[in-house]
């Protein structure tokens, strides 16, 4: 009777331990409905992982940062600018922080399937970074609602996005140049208005020109810009972006307010909550396809207005966790 009770304590304790993933890595995929959950599970297919290799947790990398600095999470996806200030936060608290490479074949694999391209993050980037690391990239851009942004406001928003870009005082703003402009705008509509300013400027622009239905008469005053969570990079760049149009566009106020970004910036534009979101090029790309989140319900009132910056993939752990490739996790 007591061998039997053991045996049924020891296959409880199993049970449970299972149920909660055991030993697994814990890892921040990146908030729901964001592009870096989407693109990370790119990257893990790349790795052969299953949700059984390791336990995810829905987490932007504000709130993650402070995770793998109490040790709660050993692995964190963020798709930050660089360098990241979240980032050297996380190595001045902790002074052991450490980026995971990529493979050549992981590398290939997401190139393959999505739109994200190669880079190497130099030596250096960050204090405590040795050696290059290799991972991925994407594009940030400036997304806008057709039933709300007319011509004529559109056209300000991308002017003033460039003009006045050494204003914004975060660092990602240095990427908002002219020269960038229509970075990531391959296979987006683009606003008419933004059309007309770059090409004003003498920029050739071939995308597909998107319908508006706005007009100026009918603008309103208050307008919403979705960005991303408070840890990371959209949400203060955003909070900089919004405050300079409402300060140099006449009659115009925007409130950047925290979302999951990408996913949910383009959900909520198409659902007519907000009037501009930023987003990573490549769900954008799928918004407008119905493909993949958005697969079988395309939105069809956005149009590209501006690029922000490049979006790199940056795998942040710590040296503790003896984590030093993605085959680690298993």
């Not at 050297?88 to 290939?108: C, P």
């Not at 460039?162 to 960038?180: F, G, I, K, P, R």
């Not at 508006?212 to 990371?232: I, K, P, Q, W």
Request: charged share 20%.
């Amino acid at each position: 009777m007591k061998k039997l009770v053991t045996l049924l304590f020891i296959t409880i304790i199993a049970l449970v331990l299972s149920a909660c993933g055991g030993d697994n890595a814990k890892v921040a995929i990146g908030p729901a409905g964001s592009g870096t959950q989407a693109a990370t599970q790119i990257i893990l297919d790349a790795a052969d992982l299953t949700d059984e290799d390791y336990q995810a947790y829905q987490e932007g990398f504000g709130d993650a940062k402070d995770k793998l600095q109490d040790g709660n999470i050993d692995v964190s996806f963020g798709l930050l600018g660089l360098p990241s200030g979240s980032v050297n936060d996380l190595q001045a608290t902790s002074g052991d922080a450490e980026l995971v490479s990529l493979t050549d074949e992981e590398v290939a694999y997401v190139e393959q399937n999505s739109g994200y391209m190669e880079y190497t993050i130099p030596a250096g980037t960050y204090d405590f970074q040795e050696e290059d690391v290799q991972t991925v990239t994407a594009y940030a851009v400036l997304v806008g609602n057709t039933d709300t942004i007319d011509e004529a406001l559109a056209y300000e928003l991308a002017r003033v996005s460039v003009e006045y870009a050494e204003e914004n005082t975060h660092a990602q703003s240095d990427h908002m140049t002219l020269e960038n402009a229509l970075s990531g705008s391959e296979g987006l509509p683009i606003h008419p208005g933004a059309k007309k300013y770059y090409e004003e400027q003498g920029l050739t622009v071939d995308n597909e020109v998107a319908d508006v239905s706005a007009t100026e008469d009918d603008r309103d005053s208050d307008f919403v810009l979705g960005t991303g969570s408070a840890g990371g990079t959209y949400y203060p760049l955003g909070g900089e972006m919004a405050n300079l149009w409402s300060e140099y566009i006449d009659g115009v106020s925007v409130t950047a307010t925290e979302t999951g970004a990408s996913v949910e910036n383009l959900a909520e534009i198409g659902a007519g909550n907000y009037d501009l979101g930023m987003s990573v090029h490549v769900p954008a790309q799928n918004a407008y396809n119905g493909e993949a989140d958005f697969d079988g319900s395309p939105v069809e009132n956005f149009a590209f207005i501006g690029h922000i910056y490049p979006e790199v993939m940056q795998i942040i752990t710590r040296e503790s966790t003896e984590i030093d490739s993605l085959a680690d996790l298993k």
